[in-house]
C-alpha cells in the first residue's frame, strides 16, 4: 500500500455529520462529511487569509519582505486580469485573485509529503470551473442581455456561413468548464502517480541491498528532477487557470469582440 500510487488520492471520512434522505435502511441516503480533501481545502483558505491579513497589516511605505511579497501577487494577478479581460475586468480581481491563490496554495501543499492534494480530483476542479463559466454567463447576461449572445456570432463572418459556425461556438463554449477543469485535474494527478512510481522504484531497489541501491540512483535522479518540475507544474497551472478565467470574463465584458 505504500508503494501504491493511487492510494494517495482516497479521499476518506474525518468525521460525518449525519445523513440527508434516505428510507432509514444502511447506506441509503447523502452522508454529509468532513473529508481530508475538505480539511486541505480548509487549511488552504485559512493560510492564504492568515499570510495576508499578516503580511500587509503594517501597511509601511517601505514595505518589509512579507508586505512585499504580497504586493507583487496582488500586482501579477492584476496585470493578468487588464491583460485578459481589460481595464474593466479590474472588477473581477478579488475573485480570480481568490482562484489563484487558492489554487496555487492548494497545489503547492500537495508537494508537501503526507499531505492532500485537492486539485486532483475531478470534482474540486469541475466545480471551480463551473463557478467561473456561472460567473460568465451571470454577468454577460446581466450586463449585456440578449446582446450577450454576440459571443456565438462571430463580428465579420458571412451570413450564409453563420448557420455553421454558431454551433461550433456554442459547442466550444460548452466544452470551455470541462477542458479547464480536466486540465487542472490531469496535470495533477499524472505528474502525482509519475513522482510516485519512481520514489516507489528507489524504496523498492534500496531494499535488494548493495546492488539495489546502486541501481536505485538513476529513479532517485529521476525523482528529484520530477519533483522540481511538478512544482513548476503546480504554479503554472494555477496561472493557466486564472488567464483562462481573464479571458472568458472578457467575453462576458465584451462579448461582440
Not at 500500500?1 to 493511487?6: E, L, R, V, W
Not at 454577468?139 to 461550433?168: A, E, R, W
Amino acid at each position: 500500500m505504500a508503494n501504491d500510487p493511487i492510494h494517495q488520492f482516497v479521499i476518506y471520512d474525518i468525521f460525518t455529520f449525519g445523513t440527508i434522505g434516505g428510507d432509514g435502511t444502511e447506506g441509503s441516503g447523502i452522508a454529509l462529511s468532513f473529508t481530508n480533501s475538505s480539511l486541505f481545502m480548509v487549511l488552504t483558505t485559512i493560510t492564504i487569509c492568515a499570510y495576508l491579513i499578516l503580511s500587509t497589516r503594517g501597511r509601511g511605505l517601505v514595505p518589509n519582505r512579507w508586505q512585499l511579497t504580497s504586493e507583487m501577487a496582488y500586482e501579477f494577478v492584476a496585470n493578468m486580469v487588464r491583460s485578459g479581460a481589460g481595464s474593466e475586468g479590474m472588477k473581477f480581481f478579488p475573485f480570480v485573485f481568490s482562484l489563484f491563490t487558492f489554487i496555487f496554495i492548494g497545489n503547492m501543499f500537495g508537494m508537501i509529503p503526507y499531505f492532500y492534494t485537492f486539485t486532483s480530483q475531478i470534482i474540486v476542479t469541475f466545480a471551480l470551473a463551473m463557478l467561473v463559466m456561472t460567473v460568465v454567463v451571470a454577468y454577460g447576461f446581466i450586463k449585456n442581455g440578449p446582446k450577450f449572445l454576440k459571443l456565438f456570432v462571430p463580428s465579420g463572418v458571412p451570413g450564409y456561413i453563420i448557420p455553421i459556425v454558431t454551433p461550433i461556438e456554442v459547442i466550444s463554449f460548452l466544452s470551455r468548464p470541462i477542458s479547464l477543469s480536466v486540465r487542472l485535474f490531469g496535470n495533477m494527478l499524472a505528474g502525482h502517480i509519475t513522482l510516485k512510481v519512481f520514489t516507489g522504484f528507489v524504496v523498492s531497489l534500496a531494499s535488494l541491498g548493495a546492488v539495489g541501491i546502486a541501481g536505485a540512483v538513476l529513479p532517485l535522479i529521476m525523482g528529484v528532477a520530477l519533483t522540481a518540475l511538478e512544482f513548476m507544474v503546480s504554479a503554472v497551472q494555477a496561472y493557466v487557470f486564472a488567464v483562462l478565467t481573464s479571458m472568458y470574463l472578457n467575453d462576458a465584458i465584451h462579448p461582440s469582440h
